[in-house]
């Protein structure tokens, strides 16, 4: 247990309809990430927040969105689904962002599987 | 972001030691080398990493090149639970981001 919390673990939807993928990061961590993982593309890193504001954006569609909350939990917004928005989607947290010590490792949750219909 | 690269499968025997090579020729000073493992139907989990001295801890050993364009991830003796994917990341810690960029990873099989 990464101690990373994602809900739902599982998600089926339409195409056209907006989901919100829900992640708890470590007690402490200061730093949350989302991933989508696809079969095809591998894992892609979408964005980072650190402490409420935002770091580093990925290959985020401008269909999804995210924040992070003051209590630290982050939220991923997808909006008007495809077909192709299906994928393993992760949230991972660390403490750090920067530097080679421990804080720096990023721990990730099991993943929301959304599956658009 | 610099690149790494990494053979996309290996197999290994059971309580065999398994040797995952990657090649980062573009590193540079500030990069630090990751590597994370995939288990099926799991999240990424950390493995270990370094900067440029080889690292051990309970779960795998790293030695760095001198020259730091390649680095080994070293698992001492395989087992069936080690059957994953493994990702060898350069993370930069002079950038303000500490994202970490996947590549392809290489897919180990361990045989009973």
């Known amino acids: 247990d990464s101690g990373v919390t994602q809900t739902p673990k599982h998600l089926i939807t339409a195409t056209g309809q907006r989901v919100t993928l829900r992640c708890s990061p470590r007690?402490?961590?200061?730093?949350v990430y989302w991933y989508q993982q696809s079969l095809d593309q591998g894992l892609q890193f979408l964005i980072h927040?650190?402490?409420?504001?935002?770091?580093a954006k990925g290959n985020i569609l401008e269909r999804f969105s995210a924040q992070q909350f003051p209590d630290l939990h982050s939220e991923l917004n997808l909006s008007s689904l495809e077909l192709g928005d299906s994928a393993l989607y992760f949230c991972a947290s660390s403490v750090e962002i920067l530097g080679g010590g421990p804080g720096n490792t990023i721990y990730f949750g099991e993943g929301s599987w959304l599956t658009v219909v | 972001d610099a690149k790494t690269t990494q053979p996309n499968s290996m197999e290994s025997n059971e309580e065999e030691p398994v040797h995952l090579p990657c090649n980062h020729s573009?590193?540079?000073?500030?990069?630090?080398i990751h590597w994370y493992r995939q288990l099926p139907s799991q999240g990424p989990e950390y493995v270990i990493h370094g900067l440029t001295s080889n690292v051990n801890n309970r779960m795998a050993s790293l030695a760095i090149a001198e020259d730091r364009k390649s680095s080994t991830l070293i698992l001492h003796r395989a087992t069936l639970r080690d059957a994953a994917v493994y990702y060898c990341i350069l993370r930069d810690v002079a950038g303000n981001t500490g994202k970490l960029i996947f590549g392809q990873g290489t897919t180990l099989q361990v045989k009973p």
């Open positions: 573009t590193i540079s000073g500030t990069d630090y």
């Open positions: 927040y650190y402490n409420g504001e935002e770091r």
């Open positions: 007690s402490g961590d200061l730093s």
